[in-house]
């Protein structure tokens, strides 16, 4: 499915599959805020769901502000390649 895509993506790269990467983590993690946010716009009242979102996007945040103080190249590869965050020009 759409985890085997990202994998194949980055399977160039480096030869072992790391599911427990940060890359990945953020990718699974985008993936799962993606369609807990088109559920969300159907069901407006699910707000178990609004909770659940809330978490994620916590976990995300985390994992990037980790990611972007250890790697600046893997974390500004990793947003451009997903399209998460704007990018600020001078």
């Known amino acids: 499915m759409v985890k085997n895509s ?4 980055n399977s160039h790269e480096e030869k ?3 599911k427990g990467s940060v ?3 953020v990718f699974s993690f985008t ?3 993606r369609r807990l946010t088109s559920h969300l716009e159907l069901h407006r009242k699910d707000y178990l769901s609004h909770r659940g979102l ?8 985390r994992l990037l502000a980790y990611l972007s103080k250890k790697n ?3 974390y500004k ?3 451009s390649q997903l399209g998460i965050r704007e990018t ?3």
């Open 77 to 79: 590869k990793l947003i």
């Open 6 to 9: 990202f994998i194949s993506v």
């Open 16 to 18: 072992e599959e790391k």
């Open 54 to 61: 809330r978490k994620i996007l916590g976990k995300r945040q």
């Open 31 to 33: 993936n799962k805020i």
């Open 72 to 74: 600046k190249v893997r």
């Open 88 to 90: 600020k020009t001078p």
């Open 23 to 25: 890359e990945f983590q």
